[in-house]
C-alpha cells in the first residue's frame, strides 16, 4: 500500500521569504500522481499543485513550485515571496486508483 | 463551472443517534465521488468512493455507511453514531479514476457527545 510521510509538523517563514515543506513517499508504481493541497482555517481543501510521475520537468504554479526526485520519491513543496494569506496547513497527497492517500500534514506558519 | 455543496455544516449529535450527512456536485455529469474524514489536527482518511449510482466502494471498515440515489448525490449514513465517529467529513468529486485531481467541499463538522 502506498504510504505518504510529511516529517515537518509545522514550519515557520517570514514574509517575502521562501520556504519548503518536505513530503516522502512510498510506492512500486511506476506511474502515478502527486498533489499538494492547502488547509487555511476555513478548513476548505484547496489543490496547490499536481505532479505526473511520468514528466521529468518540475510543476510550477505561480508562487509555488515542487522539487520532485522520483528515485528518492520525495515530493518538496517550495513557496517563494510568502504571503500572510499562505499561512494553513499543507498536505501532501498521492493519488491511488480508489482516492488519495494524504500525509499528516505541515503547519505553516508565515510572519510580519 | 462546477460546485460542490456539503451539509450541515456543523452538528452535534448524541452516541446511538442516526447519521445522513449529504453532498451535490452541480454542474458536472458522471463525477466520481468521495467521502473523507480527518480527525483533528490530522490528514484525510478515505472512507467511501463510487464510480456510479449505487456503486459504493469502502476503504475502511467502520460504524458508517455511503449510499449514491443520484448521479450527483452522495450520502454518508450512521444508524447509531459512536464517540470515534466525531470529526470533520469531507465531500470530494473527480473527473474520472485517472490523473484526475479531487475537488473537496466545505465539510462538515460532527460532534458526537
Known amino acids: 500500500a502506498q504510504t505518504v510521510t510529511q516529517s515537518q509538523p509545522e514550519m515557520s517563514v517570514q514574509e517575502a521569504e521562501t520556504v519548503t515543506l518536505s513530503c516522502t513517499y512510498d510506492?512500486?508504481?511506476?506511474?502515478?500522481?502527486l498533489f499538494w493541497y492547502k488547509q487555511p482555517p476555513s478548513r476548505q481543501m484547496i489543490l496547490v499543485i499536481r505532479?505526473?510521475?511520468?514528466?521529468?520537468q518540475n510543476a510550477t504554479e505561480n508562487r509555488f513550485s515542487v522539487n520532485f526526485q522520483k528515485a528518492a520519491k520525495s515530493f518538496s513543496l517550495k513557496i517563494s515571496d510568502s504571503q500572510l494569506g499562505d499561512a494553513a496547513m499543507y498536505f501532501c497527497?498521492?493519488?491511488?486508483?480508489?482516492?488519495?492517500?494524504f500525509g499528516a500534514g505541515t503547519i505553516l506558519r508565515v510572519k510580519s | 463551472s462546477q460546485t460542490i455543496h456539503q451539509w450541515p455544516a456543523t452538528l452535534v449529535q448524541p452516541v446511538g443517534s442516526p447519521l445522513s450527512l449529504e453532498c451535490t456536485v452541480e454542474g458536472t455529469s458522471n463525477p466520481n465521488l468521495y467521502w473523507y474524514r480527518q480527525a483533528a489536527g490530522r490528514g484525510l482518511q478515505l472512507l467511501f468512493y463510487s464510480v456510479g449510482i449505487g456503486q459504493i466502494s469502502s476503504e475502511v471498515p467502520q460504524n458508517l455507511s455511503a449510499s449514491r440515489p443520484q448521479d450527483r448525490q452522495f450520502i454518508l449514513s450512521s444508524k447509531k453514531l459512536l464517540l470515534s465517529d466525531s470529526g470533520f467529513y469531507l465531500c470530494a468529486w473527480s473527473f474520472g479514476t485517472g490523473a484526475y485531481e479531487q475537488y473537496f467541499g466545505p465539510g462538515t463538522r460532527l460532534t458526537v457527545t
Open positions: 497527497a498521492y493519488r491511488t486508483s480508489e482516492g488519495l492517500v
Open positions: 505532479q505526473e510521475a511520468y514528466k521529468q
Open positions: 510506492t512500486s508504481e511506476s506511474d502515478y500522481y
